[in-house]
């Protein structure tokens, strides 16, 4: 199935305000899908890192609009046969016109305002429409790119001129472009997460030992 950038924010809110629930684990499997909702998403989760550690498994594919959710957790791995990228935007303009002609149709649109039915699939594509859509998804592939530098601590152009430029990478090719911090499978993301809590309770149990003798010593 699929995930709504909004009922998957609604279940990590609840995850970070749930004081039983240390760390998360984000599953996913998706080639991706709409930018609209992604991007206030990543930017939530990465927020959220300085409360909790936010951990991303490509448990097998993360790609696209789904690499970038990934890259906003705190550490991100990929599953030995797994892939990850496809970082860039697109979309697609059709034209229908010759076929309605053949078909004996012919539509006429009725419009108010001067770009109102630019890029409508009754008609071929001018040049200034595909200039303007050209530049929509320039502005989409920047802020994707800027997210992905972001959330891996890389530069803008160690994104936009390595990590497949554009293609999905298997999980080694991807740890040797630093798309992804290991490779390792949900399982054993798992596990290094209890590890980790595990470490993590340690420092607090010697504070409150050290507390405890001190009281003594006091008493």
């Not at 899908?33 to 936010?54: D, H």
């Not at 798309?179 to 054993?188: L, R, W």
């Not at 409150?208 to 008493?219: C, K, N, S, T």
Request: proline letters at 3%; aromatic letters at 8%.
């Amino acid at each position: 199935g699929s995930a709504s950038t909004q009922r998957f924010t609604q279940q990590f809110r609840d995850a970070m305000a749930d004081q039983t629930v240390g760390s998360i684990l984000i599953d996913i499997d998706s080639p991706g899908g709409s930018i609209y909702g992604v991007s206030e998403l990543a930017a939530e989760i990465i927020a959220a890192r300085a409360t909790k550690p936010i951990i991303a498994v490509a448990n097998s594919l993360a790609a696209s609009a789904a690499y970038w959710v990934g890259c906003a957790a705190s550490e991100f791995y990929v599953t030995p046969g797994g892939e990850v990228g496809s970082i860039g935007v697109w979309q697609a303009h059709e034209d229908w016109s010759k076929a309605m002609d053949e078909a004996g149709v012919k539509t006429t649109l009725i419009s108010a305002g001067k770009y109102k039915v630019e890029g409508n699939p009754y008609q071929p594509l001018d040049a200034d429409a595909q200039g303007f859509m050209q530049s929509r998804v320039d502005d989409y592939y920047n802020a994707f790119v800027k997210a992905v530098a972001k959330g891996r601590g890389v530069s803008v152009s160690a994104v936009r001129d390595g990590m497949g430029q554009g293609r999905v990478l298997g999980a080694d090719a991807a740890l040797a472009e630093k798309m992804v911090d290991g490779i390792m499978t949900f399982d054993d993301a798992i596990k290094k997460m209890q590890r980790d809590a595990k470490t993590a309770q340690r420092p607090a149990a010697s504070r409150l030992a050290q507390a405890e003798r001190e009281l003594a010593i006091m008493g």
